[in-house]
């Protein structure tokens, strides 16, 4: 570890300017498709009076919970004082603000009048968990900010571990937050449950560290730096442990409910009859985003494969934004119970299930949210000094002679 340097990437090539062109062109369609949408109105999405939140709220909501778990490399360096970590802090510090900048800037874009965030910004209601977060997420920035300061400048480091348990704690506070905006609509019988709290945390874990794990290795592999096993089979099985806790968790959501005589019909939708919301959750969530991971991590001859790696992390992204789609949309798709125990009827679709198919518009800014946290990181680890030099295993290893 004492001979740990490091140094910004070429930024020289015409690969990176690509690169980041390309990226450029991504976002600023996602902009203009916003603008779009502000101009037309947003009748020209798949968005209605029963499904308000539509696909860019489940881009939007997947990356600041990914935010927090990106964080996880810098706390378990900081926090629980593990060496082989450390080398990897600077990055997570970073990704971990990047997705939060691109997840909010799609949530402000998709407001419909996003000069409006100004009141809330001034006006606060703290009976509202939504004012809640707006200084979770802008306590997130200052903090992670502080933290990754205090870890790249020399004469600020010793103060680094308590700036590291600060963002740690302010972190899961945050993702409570996000989890607790669902939790406490207790309208919506799909969102009703103390559970998604701590299930939008570990929720976060698997998420922030599959996309960590991605770039970490596209970084390495485009800047051709040295990265040994040692790091990554550590990451590895950090990420099945957290894909395992993430059914768990989803097991005990879904049985709670099923306990509950009220839920049944909510549970019957989403397991057996919704249809997309069915088929998302199985097949996208489960298979795709949970077991198939789980195999590819744990199969003894994909030990040290770096392929079945990446696949399982690409799958675990795919399952994540299932997994929020059904929660987000199929939530709202199920309908209102305005008055258990009667039938009701009227212009308003009461006890109808909403019918939502995303447009292109909201595909579009969805994808520019995304792009715009990979500027974020590709410019920054050109400009400053976030990578290592080198990842081998007989530097990052502590066991290595």
Known sequence: MDSLRYSAIEARSSRYWMLL??????????????????????????????????????????????????????????????????PLARLSALLALSLLAGGLAVLVLDLG??????????????????????????????????????????????????????????????????GSIFGFLVARSAYDSAVLAPMFIIMSFAFGMAIYILVLMAAYSWTRRPLGNYILNKLRNLLGVFIASVLYFVAVYHLTNLYMTGQHEVEKFILLRGGIYTSLFWFGQILIGGLIPLALIYMPQTKNCRFTLAAACGLVVLGGLAQVYVLVIGGQAFPLEMFPGMEVSSSFFDGVVGEYFPSIWEVLLGFGGVAVALILVVVGIAVLQFLPDSLADNIVDPHSK
Do not use: C
Not at 25 to 49: D, F, K, Q, Y
Not at 54 to 83: D, E, Q, R, T, Y
Not at 144 to 170: C, E, N, Q, R, T
């Open 113 to 178: 009048r996003p000069d409006r965030l100004i009141v809330a910004m001034t006006t606060y209601n703290f009976k509202s968990i939504f004012a809640w977060n707006i200084f979770l997420y802008t306590g997130f920035f200052a903090i992670v900010g502080v933290y990754l300061w205090w870890m790249m400048d020399y004469p600020m480091m010793k103060h680094s571990k308590k700036a590291g348990l600060v963002a740690f704690i302010w972190r899961l506070i945050l993702t409570t937050g996000t």
């Open 21 to 86: 062109i390309g990226l450029g062109l991504i976002a600023l369609i996602g902009g203009l498709s916003a603008h779009h949408m502000e101009v037309e109105g947003h009748v020209i999405t798949g968005m209605n009076n029963q499904v308000v939140w539509g696909l860019p709220h489940v881009f939007a909501i997947f990356l600041i919970v990914a935010a927090s778990g990106a964080l996880n490399a810098a706390s378990i360096a900081s926090v629980f004082g593990k060496v082989e970590y450390k």
